[in-house]
């Protein structure tokens, strides 16, 4: 908190960690944190902190925690909002602020929430009365892109003339409830375990990438339909939510990307040498500068390998400095994930051959 904020809250001297990295999986986490350890490295030492160690369940829930944030949308806009709230004919059937119809519920009460969540779960519960009620009146069903529920919801806030205009706030969303409520709603019986897809259903980790909240809400809402019509013809319930429930799905939806580590190991052979990892640590036994990986603990899982790269960069970098054939590593897009699958199989490898050692 010193060098980084959340929100604009903390320090000013490294990026906000709520702005960056959105959309990046475990490991494009670790290689962008990666990166920027030289620079960081010299800030500390220039201000005389000593550089902080982790442990691998430590790495995991801070860098858990970065792409967590990015989880929460900043509030739409209400002057879009009001566009969208004519455009998309909402206020045919709705009133806000004493404007509208009444064919369906004012929208008042959801003045209460900054997020968008619980007005689009209750779009999702009452979809099939307000497309039929749309049908009747040649009204198309609307559809969402962008951040456009999150400025549907800024205007509500804005336009409503509810009294009680204290913000309440939520539970937070938790992701792990939300891979519960995905099997008992019915979602793993077209989307498969993990959201990975089946014949009836598309893959979940590719339709959600790189979206926040409000974006995927957009989207469960723009295939609601489709979704209600091919999940009565295999004879599964459509799924109604409460309380925030929909909010811990939409959570277990945006985890996908995290815990993304299918890599090509034959890439990451590549980058072992390309990156100039082969000069300082052996793959054969032969000495090196650095251990032989493939007889080390730390890159049996991927978050042990970026806390041993993370703890050792300090001595990694004042060992480059010195030398002129080796420059300090960064990796881009999926390279970190590669380069971890390929010490896997190495230590896969390594292991198999006989009895053998480990050390970090």
């Not at 009133?95 to 997020?115: K, N, Q, T």
């Not at 706030?169 to 992701?175: A, I, K």
Request: proline content about 6%.
């Amino acid at each position: 908190m010193g060098c980084h904020s959340i929100w604009g809250n903390g320090g000013t001297l490294g990026p906000d960690f709520a702005t960056v990295g959105a959309g990046a999986s475990l490991q494009q986490l670790a290689g962008m944190f990666w990166n920027h350890t030289p620079r960081m490295i010299e800030t500390v030492r220039a201000r005389g902190i000593e550089w902080p160690t982790f442990t691998e369940a430590e790495m995991a829930d801070i860098i858990s925690y970065v792409y967590y944030v990015k989880l929460f949308d900043e509030p739409g806009d209400p002057e879009l909002g009001a566009r969208w709230f004519l455009e998309k004919r909402c206020i045919v059937c709705h009133e806000v602020g004493g404007s509208g119809g009444d064919i369906g519920p004012a929208l008042d009460r959801y003045a209460r929430y900054l997020a968008p969540i619980l007005l689009a779960q209750g779009m999702w519960n009452h979809g099939q009365k307000m497309r039929e009620a749309q049908s009747e009146r040649g009204i198309p069903t609307p559809t969402f892109v962008g951040r456009e529920v999150a400025d549907l919801q800024a205007y509500i806030r804005r336009a409503s003339l509810l009294r009680d205009r204290n913000v309440e706030l939520l539970p937070p969303p938790d992701p792990n409830r939300g891979r519960s409520l995905f099997s008992t709603k019915g979602c793993v019986r077209c989307h498969g375990q993990g959201g990975r897809g089946t014949p009836f259903g598309p893959n979940l980790l590719m339709a959600t990438q790189r979206l926040g909240v409000a974006e995927i809400a957009g989207q469960l809402w723009n295939h609601s339909a489709q979704m209600e019509q091919a999940m009565q013809a295999r004879g599964v319930t459509f799924p109604q939510f409460e309380d925030t429930e929909m909010a811990d799905v939409i959570a277990f939806l945006y985890y996908l990307r995290f815990y993304d580590t299918e890599g090509d190991a034959r890439k990451g052979q590549v980058l072992f040498a390309e990156k100039g990892c082969a000069k300082c640590h052996a793959r054969d036994g032969t000495p090196r500068l650095g251990p032989d990986l493939s007889m080390s603990q730390a890159v049996l899982t991927p978050m042990g390998l970026a806390t041993a790269m993370w703890d050792h960069a300090p001595a990694m970098y004042d060992l480059i400095r010195v030398r002129d054939d080796v420059e300090w590593p960064r990796f881009e897009g999926d390279e970190m994930r590669d380069l971890s699958v390929y010490l896997r199989s190495r230590a896969a490898a390594a292991r198999s051959s006989g009895p053998g050692r480990t050390n970090r």
